[in-house]
Structure formats: structure tokens, C-alpha cells
């Protein structure tokens, strides 16, 4: 037999497999797994290559995989200044005040809606403090953005616009812009005349952001969305240079208004790929989000929103969803509200048996009693993001659950629901939108946050299977990964406490010993 590349020993390897569930040592071979099992049953794997790595009693498990993440399309979303640890609007107006400029702008992301106290998203509370420069500050949920009167003038936004999709230039009763930019076609009037950093800059950025997800445990990233034209050639600048640290799989965005040639182009897409990256499905928005009043609602909110389909056409993305079944390209739909859940639910129930395992709902924030059962009935996959519960409150104090209110808050991010009804749970951050740490969205799927902390929380075994079987499931790729088991990915995942076992928050600062991706160490605690 040939030698292994890499032999790890010593550890407590839980390999998440039926037949074996426990082992100590294993050996990697080309990227993937060759042999599982004691030290006696690698020993011939041995070479005069080979590295022999002992992991002195760290619990090794399957790669992690974020499921739902935005690495490169965050290059821009998470560019400037950071603004997710602004907790009022005495603190936005200070950090704007201080904010470097960025070829004359002033550039901020991740600001949470509850910064504002609930008064209107609008220009007026942080223009004096800008002192005329043109600003462009996206709120966390990464569908909205506060934008100054310059940067309004820059675009050329002058007053309210169509949008074949659910968005909206907010503008006041004299028809002005508020500087509330809603939904991404609203933003995008405005992105063109951002500053944008050198493809050289974003080469350089994408490897550092990556390798830092890796050293939270990381070996893969569902990447929802395909972040430009530019982003395959970015990516295999990338690989002539280096091994791509996370394994990404991208699915472009189907987007109001597509026709049979956007279907096929999209389908085309699906043969794109590279040596640790691939094209792999379609992403599909049925609403926007609650804060944003473009939740997709059964009833409006407290501001009489939400009753809206981001597809003006709820039909049409119903036939497009079909086409592309009909292709064999699987889907993954953003549904926040339980009218768009129950919709993309009804979708998938029209296409048969053929549908089960393969198309998924993104975000599931607020659903009745009734759709909880249905995801394991039809087969859907219900990707969750754990860390958006920090943005609520228990007290539903917070902007998520006042336009909900209290019935539909207590509704929240029912995760565990979902699971226990034998649906499959995939688990993600949603990066840029919360931090990609791999470890907290373990912690936080076992300790839900805010509006969510009354309910149950997933095991610790739940948790990992969230981020490494069921995520293999999602992606279809259960026969390959998520395991660790001969014939396998060899993306490992090496930690200083058993991730089942240790205490939810002991978890969120585990040390992550080694990450391995396509049999390449990626990450060695130093």
C-alpha cells in the first residue's frame, strides 16, 4: 500500500459513524481518509513521508462546516468600520465621529437595528457628526444600510424607485430619502460608488479570512451566494498560489424577474468548480427580514409590514424552483416568516418524492406549531443560524420581537423543535452577519440567546452533527462526509475538550488543537 501523508494518534476520535463511533488514531491518504481505528491499525500506513502528528488526548471529529456563510461576498459587506458593538445611538454618532476615512468615505457594518432605540432609521440622527463626507453604514441583518445625503447624491438617488424585487429607497412625506436603503436592489444603487479594494487587496483578504476561520475549527463553508463575476478568478488566483484553507461550496442567487435563459445560465453555473471549491445549488430569497418590516408574514407586524413576498410573483419562484429541480440543481431558500416558510414548504411538497433531501430552508426565525413537523414529512432541510439569537431579548424588548410580538416571538429559532420532529438541522453563522466562530454557533445552538433562550436547546452531540453530518446531508454529500470513516474527506477537526460532552460554554473558548481540510493542515495550535 502506499504511504499516508499524515497519521494522527492519540486521540479520542469521534468519528460520528454507526459501525465505529470510536477510534484513536487514523490515516490520511491524497485527502482522504485511509484507515480508522487504534495505533496498531495505522502502523503500516507508515512512510518515509508520512507525518506523524500525536494528538495527546485531543477529541477529534469531523470538520466543522459553517452552513450558511458569505467568506467572499463579506469582503465588501464587512469592510470598514466595525460597528457590531454599538449598543445606542450615542455610541453610532461617536464611532462615526472617529471613523477613518476610506478614500473620503465613512464605511461601517454590522450595526444592530436596537442601536437606534426605536426611533426611524434616518440620516438626520448622524449627518452632523459626518461633517459632509459620504457614508454607508449597513445594519447587521445585511439587507438594510443607512446611507448619508452625499453618498445619496454620489449615486444619483434622488427620490423613491421601483424594484422588480422587495426593496425600497424609504423616503419621508416630501418624497426625500431618509437615507434607509432596504432590500439588496436598494443598496445596489448605491455599492457602484463605494471605494473597492484592488483585486490584489481582496486576494490577500480572502486567504487571512479564511485561515482565521480555520482556526476556530472550520474545514468548509455552504457559501450562499457567488460574490461577482470576479470570484472564480479570484479563487483560482487563490489556488495557484496556495491550498484554499476551508472547502467552499457557492450557490448564486435566483432573483425576481429570471427567465428560462437566467434559469439555464444558472444551471451552466453548477459545472464550475476548482480544486477545493465548487458551484453547487441555487440561492432563492422568499422575504428579507423582520426588523426590516420585509419579513413574509401569515399577519402584518406592528407597523402594518410584512404582509409581502420578496417575489412580487410567489408562483413564479414556485416554477423556478421547479426548473431547477427539474435540472437537478438543489435550492436553498431564505424564509424567515412563517408565510414564507409555509410557501417554500408547499413548493417542495409539489415536486414529489424526488424533493426529499434536497432542497433547504435558510433562517426559520418565526413558525407556528403546525410547519414543524412538515420539514421531516417532505424531506426539507432546515439550516439554522444559532448566533442570530444574541440580536433579541427574552423580554422581547428588542426591534425583532416588537414587530413581531409577543405570540410570534415566543416563536423563536425553534431549532430543537425541529430536530426532535426528525428533521435535519444543518447549523451556520451567516458571516458577516454574526461572527464566523465555529465554536459559537456550538454554544449557541445548545444556549439559545434572547428571544429564544426559553426554549430547549440542542445536545452537545445535536450541536456537532448540526455542523458535520446533517451538514453533509445539506450540501448532498452524505456518502463522502460528515464522517470520518475510510473512503472519506479527510476534514478533521481537533479540540482540547470533547465538544459532546464539556459544558455549552466551556465550548465557546475550546482550543482548537489542529484543522485539517482535503487532508491539508490548515490550522496547528501554536
Same mark, same amino acid.
Given at each position: 500500500?502506499?504511504?499516508?501523508?499524515?497519521? #494522527?494518534?492519540?486521540?479520542? =476520535?469521534?468519528?460520528?459513524?454507526?459501525?465505529?463511533?470510536?477510534?484513536?488514531?487514523?490515516?490520511?491518504?491524497?485527502?482522504?481518509?485511509?484507515?480508522?481505528?487504534? *495505533?496498531a491499525?495505522?502502523?503500516?500506513?507508515?512512510g518515509?513521508?508520512?507525518?506523524?502528528?500525536?494528538?495527546?488526548?485531543?477529541?477529534?471529529?469531523?470538520?466543522?462546516?459553517?452552513?450558511?456563510?458569505?467568506?467572499?461576498?463579506?469582503?465588501?459587506? &464587512?469592510?470598514?468600520?466595525?460597528?457590531?458593538?454599538?449598543?445606542d445611538?450615542?455610541?453610532?454618532?461617536?464611532?462615526?465621529r472617529?471613523?477613518?476615512?476610506?478614500d473620503g468615505?465613512?464605511i461601517?457594518w454590522?450595526?444592530?437595528?436596537?442601536?437606534?432605540?426605536?426611533?426611524?432609521v434616518?440620516?438626520?440622527?448622524?449627518?452632523?457628526?459626518?461633517?459632509?463626507a459620504?457614508?454607508?453604514?449597513?445594519?447587521?441583518?445585511?439587507?438594510?444600510?443607512?446611507?448619508?445625503?452625499a453618498?445619496?447624491?454620489?449615486?444619483?438617488?434622488a427620490?423613491?424607485?421601483?424594484?422588480?424585487?422587495?426593496? *425600497?429607497?424609504?423616503?419621508? &412625506?416630501?418624497?426625500?430619502?431618509?437615507g434607509h436603503? =432596504?432590500?439588496?436592489?436598494?443598496?445596489?444603487?448605491?455599492t457602484?460608488?463605494?471605494?473597492?479594494?484592488?483585486?490584489?487587496?481582496?486576494?490577500? !483578504?480572502?486567504?487571512?479570512?479564511?485561515?482565521?476561520?480555520?482556526?476556530?475549527?472550520?474545514?468548509?463553508?455552504?457559501?450562499?451566494?457567488?460574490?461577482?463575476?470576479?470570484?472564480?478568478?479570484?479563487?483560482?488566483?487563490?489556488?495557484?498560489?496556495?491550498? #484554499?484553507?476551508?472547502r467552499?461550496r457557492?450557490?448564486?442567487?435566483?432573483?425576481?424577474? =429570471?427567465?428560462k *435563459?437566467?434559469?439555464?445560465e444558472?444551471?451552466?453555473?453548477?459545472?464550475?468548480?476548482?480544486?477545493?471549491? #465548487?458551484?453547487g445549488?441555487?440561492?432563492?430569497?422568499m422575504?428579507?427580514?423582520?426588523?426590516?418590516?420585509?419579513?413574509?408574514?401569515?399577519?402584518?407586524?406592528?407597523?402594518?409590514?410584512?404582509?409581502?413576498?420578496?417575489?412580487?410573483?410567489?408562483?413564479?419562484?414556485?416554477?423556478?424552483?421547479?426548473?431547477?429541480?427539474?435540472?437537478?440543481? !438543489?435550492?436553498?431558500?431564505?424564509?424567515?416568516?412563517?408565510?414564507?416558510?409555509?410557501?417554500?414548504?408547499?413548493?417542495?411538497a409539489?415536486?414529489?418524492?424526488?424533493?426529499?433531501?434536497?432542497?433547504?430552508?435558510?433562517?426559520?426565525?418565526?413558525?407556528?406549531?403546525?410547519?414543524?413537523? !412538515? @420539514?421531516?414529512?417532505?424531506?426539507?432541510?432546515a439550516?439554522?443560524?444559532?448566533?442570530?439569537?444574541?440580536?433579541?431579548?427574552?423580554?422581547?424588548?428588542?426591534?425583532?420581537?416588537?414587530?413581531l410580538?409577543?405570540?410570534?416571538?415566543?416563536?423563536?429559532?425553534?431549532?430543537? *423543535?425541529?430536530?426532535?420532529?426528525?428533521?435535519?438541522?444543518?447549523?451556520?453563522?451567516d458571516?458577516?452577519?454574526?461572527h464566523?466562530?465555529?465554536?459559537?454557533?456550538?454554544?449557541?445552538?445548545?444556549?439559545?440567546?434572547?428571544?429564544a433562550?426559553?426554549?430547549?436547546?440542542?445536545?452537545?452531540?445535536?450541536?456537532?452533527?448540526?455542523c458535520?453530518?446533517?451538514?453533509?446531508?445539506?450540501?448532498?454529500?452524505a456518502?463522502?462526509?460528515?464522517?470520518?470513516?475510510p473512503? @472519506?474527506?479527510?476534514?478533521?477537526?481537533?479540540?482540547?475538550?470533547?465538544p459532546?460532552?464539556?459544558?455549552?460554554?466551556?465550548?465557546?473558548?475550546?482550543?482548537?488543537r489542529l484543522?485539517?481540510?482535503?487532508?491539508?493542515v490548515?490550522y496547528r495550535?501554536?
Open positions: 500500500m502506499p504511504p499516508a501523508d499524515l497519521i #494522527l494518534t492519540g486521540a479520542h =476520535i469521534r468519528t460520528l459513524g454507526p459501525s465505529r463511533p470510536q477510534a484513536t488514531a487514523l490515516a490520511v491518504l491524497d485527502g482522504h481518509i485511509a484507515a480508522v481505528g487504534d *495505533e491499525d495505522v502502523r503500516d500506513w507508515r518515509p513521508g508520512t507525518e506523524l502528528l500525536d494528538l495527546g488526548g485531543a477529541t477529534l471529529t469531523p470538520g466543522l462546516v459553517d452552513s450558511h456563510s458569505h467568506p467572499v461576498m463579506g469582503l465588501d459587506m &464587512a469592510t470598514g468600520q466595525d460597528l457590531s458593538g454599538v449598543r445611538l450615542d455610541e453610532l454618532r461617536s464611532a462615526l472617529t471613523a477613518a476615512r476610506v468615505w465613512v461601517g454590522g450595526l444592530d437595528h436596537n442601536a437606534f432605540g426605536g426611533r426611524p434616518h440620516r438626520d440622527l448622524v449627518e452632523d457628526v459626518l461633517d459632509g459620504p457614508a454607508f453604514i449597513r445594519l447587521y441583518d445585511g439587507h438594510s444600510a443607512l446611507v448619508s445625503a453618498a445619496l447624491r454620489a449615486a444619483g438617488v427620490g423613491p424607485r421601483e424594484f422588480v424585487q422587495r426593496a *425600497e429607497v424609504v423616503c419621508d &412625506a416630501e418624497g426625500s430619502p431618509t436603503l =432596504i432590500e439588496h436592489a436598494a443598496m445596489d444603487l448605491v457602484p460608488v463605494l471605494p473597492r479594494p484592488s483585486r490584489a487587496e481582496r486576494r490577500t !483578504r480572502l486567504v487571512e479570512l479564511l485561515s482565521a476561520m480555520a482556526a476556530t475549527g472550520l474545514t468548509g463553508a455552504h457559501v450562499m451566494d457567488l460574490g461577482g463575476d470576479d470570484v472564480p478568478g479570484l479563487l483560482a488566483a487563490v489556488e495557484d498560489e496556495t491550498h #484554499l484553507p476551508l467552499l457557492f450557490a448564486p442567487w435566483c432573483m425576481p424577474g =429570471i427567465d *435563459e437566467g434559469i439555464e444558472l444551471v451552466a453555473l453548477q459545472a464550475m468548480r476548482g480544486r477545493h471549491w #465548487l458551484v445549488g441555487a440561492k432563492f430569497f422575504d428579507g427580514t423582520v426588523e426590516g418590516g420585509t419579513a413574509w408574514l401569515e399577519h402584518a407586524d406592528c407597523h402594518g409590514q410584512g404582509t409581502d413576498a420578496f417575489w412580487p410573483d410567489p408562483a413564479a419562484y414556485a416554477d423556478a424552483v421547479r426548473q431547477l429541480h427539474a435540472a437537478g440543481v !438543489r435550492t436553498a431558500t431564505h424564509a424567515i416568516g412563517d408565510a414564507a416558510v409555509r410557501h417554500v414548504l408547499d413548493t417542495v409539489s415536486l414529489g418524492p424526488g424533493g426529499r433531501l434536497v432542497h433547504r430552508i435558510e433562517h426559520i426565525e418565526t413558525v407556528p406549531d403546525d410547519t414543524i413537523p !412538515r @420539514f421531516a414529512e417532505l424531506g426539507v432541510i439550516s439554522m443560524q444559532p448566533p442570530h439569537t444574541a440580536y433579541t431579548r427574552a423580554d422581547h424588548t428588542d426591534e425583532w420581537s416588537k414587530r410580538g409577543d405570540v410570534r416571538a415566543a416563536r423563536a429559532w425553534r431549532t430543537r *423543535e425541529l430536530r426532535d420532529a426528525g428533521a435535519v438541522v444543518a447549523l451556520g453563522s458571516w458577516p452577519i454574526a464566523y466562530d465555529a465554536r459559537q454557533v456550538l454554544t449557541t445552538a445548545r444556549k439559545p440567546q434572547g428571544a433562550s426559553a426554549g430547549e436547546g440542542l445536545t452537545g452531540l445535536m450541536a456537532l452533527e448540526g458535520t453530518s446533517h451538514a453533509a446531508i445539506a450540501a448532498g454529500e456518502g463522502v462526509a460528515g464522517r470520518i470513516a473512503g @472519506f474527506r479527510a476534514d478533521l477537526t481537533a479540540f482540547g475538550l470533547d459532546v460532552t464539556a459544558p455549552a460554554d466551556e465550548v465557546a473558548q475550546a482550543p482548537i484543522t485539517v481540510s482535503g487532508g491539508h490548515t495550535q501554536p
